[in-house]
């Protein structure tokens, strides 16, 4: 099934470069780039800096976008059970009271599928909206070159900054995030229109962090274990929904 996947992401990008930068991406500020079952950029310590990318330069680019963020609690929750504590994204609190059950995006009867594939739902996740995009930076693409953004006043990638906190989930849990816009009309209103490839979306290191804060003590601790929790499939799906 592993093989099967990778073949499909392969013959996905053929004719492309893999440096191309999508129209949508995240990354964090001194992130690392995970490849292999994972496929995104971890966090490496607590607090961190989140960013959400947008090619101003794509067809699929247009001035007041909704943008929304989801933030799912890996590795996956049950319905009901309130047992992965809570984390912070610009100082709010998100906890099993305020959160929703089953796949992205939030009040849909029937979901079209697009963040199905992730294999990390159904979870307990929240979903952020923004519109605004107050940075600029130079164009870059976070799986070849992870870590945050950098400022030019001319840049054509625009981006908005989220400050996450992760000291309130139990050990062993983590956060995953996803970007996307939605469609605004048609039979599928409110459904996933653009997303940010599997290969460029962001996650939480993970709570046990220890106290030297090396990258190689901090990723060998978590990304092993969730790596068994977690597991892209579908390779770099196309962003469109069919």
């Not at 950029?41 to 929304?68: H, K, Q, R």
Request: glycine fraction near 14%; proline fraction near 6%.
């Amino acid at each position: 099934m592993k093989l099967l996947h990778s073949l499909v992401g392969a013959i996905a990008i053929l004719g492309q470069s893999s440096f191309a930068i999508p129209f949508l991406q995240l990354d964090i500020g001194g992130g690392v780039y995970i490849g292999g079952d994972e496929e995104s950029v971890f966090s490496v310590g607590n607090p961190f800096t989140l960013y959400a990318l947008v090619d101003t330069d794509s067809g699929d680019y247009s001035a007041g976008l909704t943008y929304y963020l989801s933030a799912a609690i890996v590795p996956q929750t049950t319905d009901g059970v309130n047992d992965f504590g809570s984390f912070t994204v610009d100082g709010n609190t998100y906890d099993f009271n305020n959160m929703t059950y089953g796949i992205p995006p939030v009040g849909l009867d029937s979901n079209p599928g697009l963040l199905g594939p992730h294999d990390i739902f159904d979870t307990h996740y929240a979903e952020i909206s923004f519109s605004t995009l107050p940075g600029l930076a130079t164009p870059y693409n976070s799986e070849n070159n992870p870590g945050g953004p950098t400022d030019d006043a001319n840049g054509t990638l625009a981006y908005q900054s989220f400050t996450v906190d992760i000291s309130g989930l139990v050990e062993g849990s983590s956060v995953h995030f996803d970007l996307y816009t939605k469609y605004t009309s048609g039979n599928k209103e409110g459904g996933v229109h653009k997303k940010a490839p599997y290969s460029h979306d962001a996650q939480s290191n993970g709570t046990s962090v220890p106290d030297d804060g090396s990258p190689l003590a901090l990723l060998g601790m978590s990304v092993i274990g969730l790596a068994a929790a977690r597991r892209k499939i579908g390779g770099n799906a196309t962003d469109s929904a069919s």
